[in-house]
């Protein structure tokens, strides 16, 4: 007779479907976002201030999935190795709650460090309002993949991780929109990045509303610096058209073998 996969599965069956279902979360957005659809690529609100053309942009994505491709591969010998837990009763859906959880784990992921912290790119740089599509991205393929993945371990009858998941999802619901829309706390300076739309007269009114002073800019006028004053925030920016904001702290130093790479 069958045993119960709550009693036969090892640490590694539960390891090998997270990292399985991480990695295809992370070639998901990847295809979808980066090449399909084409709304951004990894490092798109850096592309100006890095020195990053389209070559560089595309040498970055390859990187991310090279990385995906890596984790993914792992997921796979994990699973390999406690094939064993396959023969279990429940093993599928067990295996497929694990997968889920991985994959709406990426996306939880990848919204606060990426979009909120890093801001490195959103999911849509083409719109007025990138912080709603942040937002519906990561309930519609992070939060909803944990709720699905908790839904059929219940329904398994065991497995306890997705409690601890569960509690992760509470989580980022309370804290990531306080992250997703300001800059750090405390910092004078913010770097901006406004839409292509909009001119020099319409950044300086920004400037203006919020009494901050225009530091720096490039070339070409997309990426602004502004000192907003300590312990002053550049949120009032976002009102103003802009689509990215954050602290310069995270500049070029860890880009510079993409750019010279791109160049």
């Given at each position: 007779m069958q045993q119960d996969i709550s009693a036969k599965s090892s640490?590694?069956?539960?390891?090998?479907g997270v990292l399985?279902?991480?990695g295809l979360g992370g070639f998901f957005d990847g295809i979808l976002l980066h090449q399909?659809?084409?709304w951004h690529h990894l490092l798109s609100s850096l592309e100006t201030e890095s020195g990053l053309g389209l070559r560089g942009q595309v040498m970055a994505d390859g990187l991310f999935h090279a990385v995906m491709y890596l984790i993914t591969a792992v997921g796979l010998w994990l699973l390999w190795q406690?094939?064993?837990g396959l023969d279990g009763r429940g093993a599928d859906r067990a295996l497929i709650a694990h997968m889920l959880i991985g994959f709406g784990l990426w996306h939880v992921v990848d919204a606060v460090l990426s979009h909120w912290i890093l801001g490195i790119h959103r999911i849509r740089m083409d719109t007025d309002n990138p912080l709603a599509w942040d937002l519906i991205w990561l309930v519609v393929f992070g939060l909803a993949p944990l709720a699905l993945a908790r839904w059929l371990q219940r329904r398994g009858g065991g497995g306890g991780?997705?409690?601890?998941?569960a509690a992760l999802a509470v989580a980022v619901l309370i804290c990531a929109g306080l992250l997703a829309a300001r800059p750090p706390a405390g910092a004078s300076q913010v770097v901006a990045v406004f839409r292509p739309d909009l001119d020099h007269s319409a950044v300086f009114a920004a400037a203006a509303a919020l009494d901050a002073r225009v530091v720096?800019?490039?070339?070409?006028?997309d990426v602004w610096v502004f000192d907003v004053g300590p312990g002053r925030s550049g949120l009032g920016l976002y009102r103003h058209g802009a689509m990215f904001v954050a602290?310069?702290?995270f500049s070029a130093g860890c880009l510079s073998w993409m750019r010279g790479r791109s160049a």
């Open positions: 640490r590694g069956f539960v390891a090998s399985l279902g991480f399909i659809l084409q406690a094939r064993s991780h997705g409690r601890a998941f720096w800019s490039d070339s070409r006028g602290s310069p702290l």
